[in-house]
């Protein structure tokens, strides 16, 4: 028997075991809330006499040691009136110096002294919101949804104070009706939560907890009542911005358009607006990215675009709604499967796509203005969750100058943007069934544009899940849906020759190009069955990604033509044992193949994770593939071999609650003579509460056999279908860094600095074709008949090569450029942020980057440093001011 059945086999017999145990929901305690008849000083010195009544304070550890009472006495009170409710407790220390005042960030969950409050006001035991304070007073806050996630992109407009007094320290929070959602009654009942995390012990304790082992969070909350004849209240809220860019960037002799300097005043806006007790209205005009990092400089020599998350306040903020194809669900694994983003938000206001005319010198729009953009969220009842967002972006005009004259071009056409999402929820969660359209329309002026983008595109499909048991130990979800582009004959040709689809595979029965064509249509789904409870763990999925599938004009797709299957199983111990606080064990058996049957990726895995009782871990993983073949590899081309390989990883990291805290990974990946290694150090150091210092080093080397270069066309190239694919030897590396500050002076002002520096080279060297489709056999040119002469310049660099495959014989030379590269970038920013009244910030950004590059393939750590640093750089300021109004 086969060692990838034998695997096979076993995971299989671990999915299809029964449980071990069942996990019964457990009773669920009431906590009265009191109104409020005199008004609340909001300090955190608990004075007021709503607060000298009996608290609750049975709170139980989850770690270190799961049931047991919590080591430190918390007891906590609710109380509320007409416009907010009010959260109260007084947190015991029997070592009161020891408490772990740590400053940070809002949103900042570092190691230290914090207690949190979580509510779920619409009582669906699925979604609600959570509270934060740290014993610094650092505030965070965020959402709650598909009971077990959250979401800390919203940010609430409450407030909270803590006071530190001789026997521990007490909190006090003010949390506006208006800024939760619920449905008005006259009495009503909510779910509700309530945590301590103790730095220095690293120990959580709650009113109610997810056993290790286990799911469900927000449906194990205790309840909360005596609230009573409280209105939601009618919630109008605008935040208006202005601010200031000035750039100064290198000045290009001759270019009119790039004197090194420029100032662009600013003004936009944000507004939300309460639909009855259910939806939020959310509306913005000009968005801008002011207040974030910069994006991480890559280099990617891959057929694949790059992945950038959202920074934009207004989109990432409820961005769970839109959420697609994962719900009921806590564990949700794969293995080479890169699931398709539906919704990928960075498409609105992207850098225009569209060509230049001919022309000397071109100034193009950065970003593609939003001139108005809107969604609207919420619940249409306790159990059906509703979204939409719309979105006009403007048509934007490149500058151009060809031989002094000056015009204007369109390289963006006026589009317009729609998302809408439904999720109805039954039997408590049991069971969910969603959908989900996208649609895209652009308006072009320049009909030279329409052989360059899509006219429309459409996605529609529909999502859900089933538990199998009434424990929701066994959970089976999934996703399907289809997708649909339009545009001109030369657009559709273009879309199927692209990097996503390939249809000009020349040995590819299953596809082919059809240039009559005006639209392009495909599929894609996926199906997951979980097992998330229990000591046992098991997880098997099969999906599909049809050749024709398309979502890239407002979602994000890798690739198409993929049927990808997996099962995997493990164990965890979650108790602690002799040598580890826990640990857990995982294997797995995967498998892809494209539509026409070519099995084009297959293997193994096994991973382990370890806590140890000085809460130190590590982990290691470890794969192996067996020969398949590429289907990707020719860009375009024949079937390729694809060598088989190994992976070995191992990483730990030390305890967060020490001074200085370490981490380090490797991973080499090797096939024959092909290896590739990765190797990242991470280095914490906090020498004040208030400051941290993070280092994160990496190192990337990598020896390629056969990369991609180029295809020449020679019909004389019979053996490879009148192409010849080029490849070469590459050696790369990569020497790159994270470097960040955050110094945080108080809960509302801080400053954060990042830096990140890079420097890459990749040298190719034995240039070769490929012999025949289906094998890993190459013509080296050079040998064989054939010869390959360099070609240099006036510095005496190779500046391209020329190349006779045949040597004296009839196929034609042809002339390749020398992709050697040697890249070094610097990026970094600094943010100076000041909440000066809640809801309203102040920014200072200061923005640098800088670049060199030289056509020479040899790393050279010196003198990539030396010319980065004598490198002009481009440097961005940018003051920015909003204002928090509430109506």
Same mark, same amino acid.
């Given at each position: 028997m086969t060692r990838q059945r034998t695997a096979a086999l076993f995971l299989l017999a671990l999915i299809f075991a029964p449980p071990l145990f069942s996990q019964d929901t457990p009773p669920r305690v009431t906590i009265k809330a009191v109104r409020l008849d005199s008004p609340i000083t909001l300090d955190g010195i608990l004075t007021e006499p709503v607060w000298h009544r009996s608290g609750y304070s049975d709170f139980k550890q989850k770690e270190p040691n799961q049931g047991? /009472?919590?080591?430190?006495?918390?007891?906590?009170?609710?109380?509320?009136?007409?416009?907010?409710?009010?959260?109260?407790?007084?947190?015991?220390?029997t070592a009161p110096d020891s408490i772990m005042q740590v400053l940070g960030r809002r949103d900042?969950?570092? *190691?230290?002294?914090?207690?949190?409050?979580?509510?779920?006001?619409? +009582?669906?035991?699925?979604?609600?919101?959570?509270?934060?304070? %740290?014993?610094?007073?650092?505030?965070?806050?965020?959402v709650l949804y598909n009971d077990d996630s959250d979401d800390d992109s919203w940010d609430g407009v409450w407030e909270g104070k803590v006071y530190i007094n001789g026997h521990g320290w007490t909190v006090e929070m003010r949390i506006p009706f208006s800024q939760l959602r619920f449905h008005q009654q006259k009495q009503y009942r909510w779910g509700v939560n309530f945590g301590r995390m103790i730095g220095r012990k690293n120990e959580e304790s709650y009113v109610v907890y997810t056993p290790r082992g286990q799911s469900g969070f927000v449906s194990r909350f205790v309840d909360l009542v005596g609230m009573d004849n409280v209105v939601p209240p009618a919630q109008v809220e605008f935040l208006p911005y202005v601010n200031t860019r000035a750039e100064y960037t290198q000045a290009e002799a001759g270019n009119p358009f790039r004197d090194g300097s420029r100032y662009l005043p600013g003004l936009g806006g944000d507004l939300k607006v309460a639909l009855g007790t259910n939806l939020t209205l959310d509306a913005t005009i000009n968005p801008d990215f002011g207040q974030v990092e910069v994006d991480p400089a890559v280099v990617n020599l891959s057929d694949v675009e790059t992945y950038y998350p959202e920074k934009r306040p207004f989109f990432i903020e409820g961005a769970n709604t839109f959420r697609f194809g994962r719900g009921g669900s806590s564990t949700n694994w794969s293995f080479n499967w890169s699931e398709p983003t539906i919704f990928y938000s960075r498409r609105i206001g992207r850098a225009p796509t569209g060509s230049l005319p001919g022309s000397d010198y071109a100034d193009v729009p950065i970003g593609t203005t939003i001139l108005s953009a809107a969604k609207v969220t919420g619940?249409?009842? %306790?159990?059906?969750?509703?979204?939409?967002?719309?979105?006009?972006?403007?048509? @934007?005009?490149? =500058?151009?100058?060809?031989?002094?004259?000056?015009?204007?071009?369109?390289?963006? /056409?006026?589009?317009? +943007?729609g998302v809408a999402r439904v999720q109805q929820e039954f039997n408590k969660g049991h069971q969910g069934l969603g959908v989900m359209s996208t649609y895209a329309s652009r308006f072009f002026k320049d009909e030279r544009l329409r052989s360059e983008m899509n006219n429309n595109s459409l996605f529609a499909g529909l999502d859900g899940w089933v538990s199998l048991d009434t424990n929701r130990t066994w959970v089976l979800t999934g996703w399907g849906g289809f997708s649909q582009v339009w545009g001109s004959k030369e657009r559709m040709v273009g879309v199927q020759q692209n990097s996503q689809h390939y249809f000009q595979r020349p040995d590819a029965g299953h596809v082919q190009i059809d240039s009559a064509a005006t639209s392009l249509g495909g599929y894609a789904g996926r199906l997951f069955l979980v097992k998330q409870k229990g000591a046992v763990m098991a997880n098997a999925a099969f999906g599909v990604v049809s050749p024709g599938f398309d979502v890239n004009d407002l979602g994000f797709s890798w690739r198409t033509d993929v049927v990808n299957m997996h099962v995997a199983g493990g164990y965890r111990w979650t108790e602690p044992g002799k040598l580890f606080r826990r640990a857990s064990l995982t294997a797995a058996f995967f498998q892809n193949f494209d539509f026409g049957g070519n099995v084009n990726w297959r293997g193994v895995w096994q991973s382990g994770n370890l806590e140890f009782h000085n809460f130190w871990s590590m982990f290691w993983n470890y794969a192996y593939n067996p020969q398949t073949v590429n289907n990707r590899r020719t860009r375009g081309g024949p079937l390729m071999l694809a060598l088989p390989g190994r992976q070995f990883g191992l990483g730990f990291s030390t305890d967060s609650r020490k001074q200085w805290v370490f981490s380090a990974?490797?991973?080499?990946?090797?096939?024959?003579?092909? /290896?590739?290694?990765?190797?990242?150090?991470?280095? @914490?150091?906090?020498?004040?509460?208030?400051?941290?210092?993070?280092?994160?080093?990496?190192?990337?080397?990598?020896?390629?056999?056969?990369?991609?270069? *180029?295809?020449?066309?020679?019909?004389?190239?019979?053996?490879?279908y009148g192409r010849r694919y080029i490849f070469a030897v590459l050696n790369q590396t990569n020497l790159a860094a994270s470097i960040r500050v955050n110094w945080t002076f108080t809960p509302q002002l801080s400053l954060q600095l990042f830096l990140q520096p890079l420097l890459a080279a990749g040298d190719y060297h034995d240039f070769k074709e490929l012999r025949q489709p289906k094998t890993y056999n190459f013509l080296e040119y050079g040998k064989d008949? %054939?010869?390959?002469?360099?070609?240099?310049?006036?510095?005496?660099?190779?500046?391209? +090569?020329?190349? =006779?495959?045949?040597?004296?014989? /009839?196929?034609?030379?042809?002339?390749?450029?020398?992709? =050697?590269?040697?890249?070094? %970038?610097?990026r970094g920013n600094a943010v100076l942020r000041w909440e000066y009244h809640p809801g309203s910030v102040l920014y200072l950004v200061w923005t640098q980057s800088r670049s060199d590059y030289e056509n020479l393939g040899e790393f050279a750590f010196g003198r990539s440093v030396s010319r980065l640093v004598n490198s002009k750089a481009d440097n961005i300021f940018m003051l920015k001011m909003t204002y928090w109004f509430s109506l």
């Open positions: 047991e /009472p919590a080591t430190e006495r918390t007891e906590v009170w609710v109380a509320y009136d007409e416009e907010a409710i009010y959260i109260a407790a007084d947190l015991h220390e900042a969950f570092i *190691t230290a002294d914090w207690f949190v409050f979580w509510v779920d006001p619409y +009582y669906d035991r699925r979604s609600g919101f959570y509270f934060g304070i %740290s014993a610094a007073g650092t505030l965070l806050d965020g619940k249409v009842n %306790s159990s059906v969750n509703v979204g939409t967002v719309h979105a006009l972006t403007a048509r @934007e005009m490149a =500058d151009v100058s060809l031989n002094g004259s000056r015009s204007r071009a369109e390289v963006e /056409p006026l589009t317009y +943007y990974d490797a991973m080499l990946y090797h096939r024959t003579n092909e /290896p590739e290694i990765m190797a990242e150090v991470g280095v @914490e150091w906090k020498p004040a509460p208030s400051l941290n210092v993070s280092f994160s080093p990496s190192f990337y080397r990598d020896r390629t056999r056969a990369m991609w270069v *180029t295809a020449v066309d020679d019909p004389l190239a019979t053996q490879t008949g %054939s010869t390959l002469t360099e070609v240099r310049n006036g510095e005496g660099n190779v500046e391209s +090569y020329d190349v =006779d495959p045949d040597g004296a014989g /009839p196929a034609p030379k042809f002339n390749i450029s020398n992709p =050697d590269f040697r890249f070094s %970038s610097l």
